[in-house]
């Protein structure tokens, strides 16, 4: 298994709690409804929590602020992804899917890669 991880920071006219009710609400379902066209097996949104913690983290190890979320969406292989992607109905998905990130998501200041988990 592969995934696709996006590191989410949010529109800039948006509160956290509006960011995460559109992601929530709106996006996931979306994205979920068209998943396998996607050849997508599962996707998880990790909404962050405002709490002090993140501060304190953030400023013990003098990282960048925490982004508003995070989305991981699993895939077979990376060739599954590729062939998802590039179907007719993978393309016509992913610039839907653009369009819509465009409501809740700062892409500027958000990041995307693929990864393999290992468990130790």
């Not at 956290?16 to 599962?42: C, I, L, T, V």
Request: aromatic fraction near 10%; charge should be negative.
């Amino acid at each position: 298994m592969i995934k696709f991880v996006m590191c989410i920071t949010r529109h800039p006219d948006m509160t956290r709690e509006e960011f995460q009710d559109y992601w929530s609400n709106k996006h996931g379902p979306f994205f979920m409804k068209n998943a396998g066209d996607m050849r997508a097996k599962k996707y998880v949104q990790s909404l962050t929590v405002d709490t002090p913690l993140n501060e304190g983290l953030k400023n013990s190890r003098g990282m960048l602020p925490e982004y508003d979320g995070v989305a991981e969406v699993w895939f077979e292989s990376e060739e599954d992804l590729i062939a998802g992607m590039s179907s007719p109905e993978g393309q016509k998905l992913g610039a839907a899917l653009l369009e819509d990130e465009k409501n809740f998501i700062d892409h500027s200041k958000s990041s995307a890669f693929i990864v393999k988990e290992q468990e130790f």
